[in-house]
C-alpha cells in the first residue's frame, strides 16, 4: 500500500457526537483534543511523514462566546499537552495561521512548542489554529508586497507559483495528498485552498471524537483505490 506523504484532516463533528451522547458540545471537543493525539500516533505508525490537523478557523470565533472561551481554555491545556508529546513522540510541530489573534498565553505556548520541537525528526505534524486559507494568502501577499516595496523582488515575473507558496504559511512543507474531513459535511472551511489543488478528497460520516487508526486506515486505502491525475496525467507518468 502506497501510503500518502501529508495528510491533512479538517476534523468536524465534535460537537454532533456530544450532543449523540446527550453531552454538552464541549465535551465533544474535550473528547477530540484528546483524540489528535491517537490520529499523531496513527499517522506515525503508519508511515505518514507530514500530518495537519484544523483546529480553529478564522470564521470559528463567530461561535457563541461561551464557546469560543471554552474552545481556547482547551487549546490552552491542549498546547501544554502537545508540548510533552512533540518531545516523547518525537514530532515537529509547526503552527498555521496568525498566531497575533490568539492571546498571549497561548500564543507563548505555541511558540514554545515550535521552537522546542523543531530539531526532532518524526512526524511533521501541523496546527492549524486560528487559520483561514483567504486569511492566509492575504498575510502572505502583504509581506510580499513589503518585500518587494524594499527591493527584494525585481520584476513581477519573478513572481512565480513557488514565490506565492514561500509566503503562506506552509511554505517548506509539501502539499497534502489526502484530505479526509469527518461527519458527512463536504465543504474546505477555508481550509488550505491553494494546497489542496490536487489532493485526493475524502469524506467519512464519522465524528472527530470516534475517528479512529481504523478510520485512517479505511481512508488510505480508498486513497489507494484512486489513480491519482495531475492534468491529465497519471501520476509518476512522463508527460
Ligand atoms: C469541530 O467540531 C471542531 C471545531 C470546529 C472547533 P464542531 O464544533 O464543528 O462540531 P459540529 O460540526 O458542530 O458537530
Ligand atoms: C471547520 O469546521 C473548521 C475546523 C474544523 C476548525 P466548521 O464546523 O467550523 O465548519 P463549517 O462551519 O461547518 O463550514
Ligand atoms: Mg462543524
Known amino acids: 500500500m502506497e501510503v500518502p506523504r501529508h495528510v491533512a484532516i ?46 480553529f478557523s478564522t470564521e470559528n470565533w463567530k461561535r457563541n462566546q461561551e464557546e469560543v472561551h ?3 481554555k482547551l487549546f490552552h491545556s491542549y498546547t501544554r499537552t502537545a508540548i510533552r508529546q512533540a518531545r516523547e513522540n518525537n514530532m515537529k510541530c509547526r503552527v498555521l495561521g496568525d498566531p497575533s489573534g490568539l492571546d498571549e498565553e497561548l500564543q507563548k505556548n505555541l511558540r514554545e512548542l515550535v521552537e522546542s520541537s523543531k ?20 498575510r502572505g501577499m502583504r509581506r510580499l508586497v513589503r518585500d518587494a516595496r524594499e527591493g527584494k523582488i525585481g520584476d513581477v515575473s519573478e513572481i512565480t507559483e513557488e514565490v506565492i507558496s514561500s509566503y503562506l504559511d506552509t511554505a517548506e512543507i509539501p502539499d497534502p495528498d489526502l484530505l479526509i474531513r469527518t461527519c458527512g459535511e463536504q465543504r474546505l472551511s477555508n481550509f488550505l485552498m491553494w494546497q489542496l489543488s490536487y489532493a485526493e478528497l475524502y469524506f467519512t460520516e464519522v465524528p472527530w471524537p470516534a475517528f479512529s487508526k481504523k478510520d485512517l486506515e479505511a ?21
Open 119 to 138: 530539531d526532532n525528526t518524526g512526524l511533521n505534524f501541523q496546527l492549524a489554529i486560528n487559520y483561514g486559507s483567504r486569511d492566509e494568502i492575504v
Open 219 to 239: 481512508a488510505i486505502e480508498a486513497y489507494n483505490k484512486r489513480t491519482r491525475r495531475f492534468g491529465g496525467l497519471k501520476s509518476g507518468e512522463e508527460g
Open 70 to 72: 471554552a474552545l481556547m
Open 10 to 55: 479538517i476534523l468536524d463533528g465534535n460537537g454532533r457526537w456530544a450532543k449523540s451522547k446527550g453531552m454538552p458540545r464541549n465535551y465533544g471537543h474535550v473528547k477530540g483534543a484528546a483524540n489528535v493525539e491517537t490520529i499523531c500516533r496513527a499517522a506515525d505508525s503508519l508511515g505518514i511523514k507530514y500530518l495537519t490537523v484544523y483546529l
